[in-house]
């Protein structure tokens, strides 16, 4: 392959909740994530001291992070995505000052990575929220809460200021629809009026923050990250054909405003004809005019939409519900594989916003055997990331400006439907199983070493 431009950043994702453990360590607060111990549709379990879970301690990156971070460094990271844990700079969410123990640990963390010349990618938000502001406030439903929110960015943007130059808003801040615990810290089963409201106080402190962020941190660069589930027509009827360009809308519409500073037509009349009113203030209006400099994403699967009923009801065993296509392979978990679809996602983006795109999130969560002699032989995985890799350099000679890739879950962690340790995303695999037995030891799997030979060929080593 021809190598990717000098300037692309190389690397891998991760999410405070599903790595670092210490879940009640050093002051932290209990988050939305901490009471979704079973996964993200599961009942809500409060937490009652004696109770379990396998996010309590995750894979223990709070206290083993500069082993990891040493690891990535050998893989050849230039940028590592990580989220801050609200509530270990704002325990409840609602506090006046911040907790220094919570922010001396993203100190020690930044200042690891800059000892490895790894740039940080910093979600500030990444499938998590103070609980209290849930239980007290309703979460998002509340407009109180984008005060709370504003105040914790410009927080960490002041503190980490010379440390981190490229920011994250909200983690996939379409799955609120899907999601609304997850996503905007309300039930699962709110009214449809409830959910966008909800969505637009998080769409207005997305803007605070992007604000915030210009004003105190001038040469940073802040983006929005959406879940990019693309979505095609079952067959060439042109119902199909409209029925998935508004399928498509409906996470579109969080980029658009984002972007563009302002809600879509399309979107306006859905409100319209379903007989959603929303509170959108003048001054909502004006902050949703700060947009993002670039567009981040996540991508693991497309998928198909139809107009016929039958195949509709089938079509339930994925997180975004959408049909299968015959056409593609799927992964142990029903995420169907599709490399092109990479493609056609990053000149959609480019074409839609004329904005840099960064892939911040890739890769297939599959079981690893570990073989007597101590190896693992991943090679389902390599194969993934390389098909998928091809196609961004395929992208880029479209013309698709790109900013970089990070690889979902570098190292192992706790993946966040189900919670479970056993789908592994990692070149790094961690002896822990999901009943959290296990040394938490670490060791080199076989796309180690493969992701190693990649960066340090700027993708010319990629299989086409
Ligand atoms: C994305 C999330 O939806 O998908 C991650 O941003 C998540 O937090 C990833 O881990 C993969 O999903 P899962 O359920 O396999 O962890």
């Known amino acids: 392959m021809k190598a990717f431009p000098d300037t692309f950043l190389w690397g891998g994702g991760l999410a405070a909740n599903q790595v670092e453990g210490a879940y009640q360590e050093d002051g932290k607060g209990i988050s939305t994530s901490d009471v979704q111990p079973d996964g993200m549709w599961a009942p809500i379990r409060e937490r009652t001291g004696a109770d379990w879970s396998i996010k309590d301690v995750a894979i223990d990156f709070y206290h083993r992070y500069p082993e990891d971070v040493a690891l990535f460094a050998e893989m050849g990271f230039t940028c590592l995505r990580l989220s801050i844990a609200w509530t270990r700079i704002y325990p409840n969410g609602d506090e006046e000052k911040p907790n220094d123990a919570g922010l001396a640990f993203y100190d020690r963390l930044f200042d690891e990575l800059a000892k490895h010349n790894i740039q940080p990618v910093v979600t500030l938000s990444h499938y998590e929220m103070p609980w209290t502001l849930v239980k007290n406030y309703g979460g998002w439903g509340s407009r109180q809460v984008i005060a709370f929110f504003e105040r914790y960015a410009k927080t960490v943007f002041n503190r980490y200021r010379e440390k981190v130059k490229f920011w994250l808003t909200f983690n ?147 997180i975004l519900s959408m049909v299968h296509n015959p056409y593609l392979p799927a992964s142990d978990w029903g995420w169907q594989i599709d490399p092109k679809g990479l493609r056609i996602l990053l000149n959609t983006l480019w074409d839609r916003y004329q904005k840099p795109l960064f892939i911040v999130e890739n890769g297939l969560g599959a079981k690893d055997k570990v073989e007597s002699d101590g190896t693992i032989n991943d090679d389902y995985r390599i194969r993934y990331l390389n098909d998928h890799l091809v196609q961004v350099r395929e992208a880029i000679d479209d013309g698709v400006e790109m900013l970089g890739y990070a690889s979902w879950g570098p190292i192992d962690l706790v993946s966040f439907s189900n919670a479970e340790l056993s789908k592994r995303y990692g070149f790094i695999y961690v002896d822990r199983d999901d009943q959290g037995n296990g040394t938490l030891k670490r060791s080199r799997k076989k796309s180690f070493y493969w992701y190693r030979d990649i960066i340090a060929s700027k993708g010319e080593r990629l299989e086409p």
């Open 172 to 318: 996939e801040v379409n799955i609120s629809l899907h999601a609304p615990l997850t996503g905007v810290g309300i039930p699962d089963d709110s009214s449809k009026s409830d959910i966008y409201q909800a969505i637009h106080h998080q769409l207005v402190a997305s803007a605070l923050a992007v604000k915030a962020c210009h004003e105190i941190i001038p040469d940073a660069r802040i983006g929005n990250m959406l879940l990019g589930g693309i979505m095609y027509p079952l067959t060439c009827k042109p119902e199909d054909i409209l029925e998935t360009m508004q399928a498509n809308h409906t996470w579109q519409f969080f980029g658009d405003v984002q972007s563009r500073g302002s809600y879509p037509g399309y979107m306006l009349r859905y409100f319209r004809e379903q007989g959603i009113v929303l509170d959108i203030t003048d001054a909502d209006k004006e902050v949703l005019k700060e947009t993002v400099d670039f567009i981040s994403f996540s991508y693991y699967m497309s998928g198909c939409v139809t107009t016929d009923e039958e195949q509709n009801k089938r079509a339930r065993s994925n």
